[in-house]
T-cell receptor, first 112, second 116 residues
């Protein structure tokens, strides 16, 4: 079945460092891909998404590009801030309607 | 309220007891999902409601789990004879479904269930 694999954390970075969180997927067809973020004490929020190959999702300085050839959707940010400390989840949805399939999450801690 | 709400926020119960978790979706959202997040794991899909269609129960882990939804409003997730492995955060999400498919899922804050 469909699945998502993302790099295990925790990831600890200094402020202004470059961030990459790897995410690869296995799916039939062409799923929509998502990154969700869970800040401490808060619920899951959609960070960005891409619905077809070569699409780039972006939000709050984060970017991810839908790479069909490598079945990847890696999350990047050029300069992280302390406020980016959170757990990041990669997810896919196989059809236009249906449940999301999530990776295990990657905890990011950014130190000042 | 503007968002998805869930109650209770925390629930501690003894093994073997039944528990009921509640989700209030965003008004007008026809789709509603339940997910489970166990410690150190990603979210696991449990059940999906869409309008008046039969729910997709393919993610329910055992027959001790059941869920209901009244029309396009409140949903309750019931776990009977709870076991320690049921301890998790139970998340509810709702979304609109447009002509081109589903729009973003909005998540509630979750109910943290602890089975002693």
């Amino acid at each position: 079945g469909d699945s998502v694999t993302q790099m295990e954390g925790p990831v600890t970075l200094s402020e202004e460092a470059f961030l990459t969180i790897n995410c690869t997927y296995t799916a039939t067809g062409y799923p929509s891909l998502f990154w969700y973020v869970q800040y401490p004490g808060e619920g899951l929020q959609l960070l960005l998404k891409a619905t077809k190959a070569d699409d780039k999702g972006s939000n709050k300085g984060f970017e991810a590009t839908y790479r069909k050839e490598t079945t990847s959707f890696h999350l990047e940010k050029g300069s992280v801030q302390v406020s980016d400390s959170a757990v990041y989840f990669c997810a896919l949805r196989g059809g236009s309607q249906g449940n999301l399939i999530f990776g295990k999450g990657t905890k990011l801690s950014v130190k000042p | 309220g503007a968002g998805v709400s869930q109650s209770p926020s925390n629930k501690v119960t003894e093994k073997g007891k039944d528990v009921e978790l509640r989700c209030d979706p965003i008004s007008g959202h026809t789709a509603l999902y339940w997910y489970r997040q166990r410690l150190g794991q990603g979210l696991e899909f449990l059940i999906y409601f869409q309008g008046n269609s039969a729910p997709d129960k393919s993610g329910l882990p055992s027959d001790r789990f059941s869920a209901e939804r009244t029309g396009e409003s409140v949903s309750t997730l019931t776990i009977q004879r709870t076991q320690q492995e049921d301890s998790a955060v139970y998340l509810c999400a709702s979304s609109l479904v447009g002509t081109s498919g589903e729009i973003e899922q909005f998540f509630g804050p979750g109910t943290r269930l602890t089975v002693l």
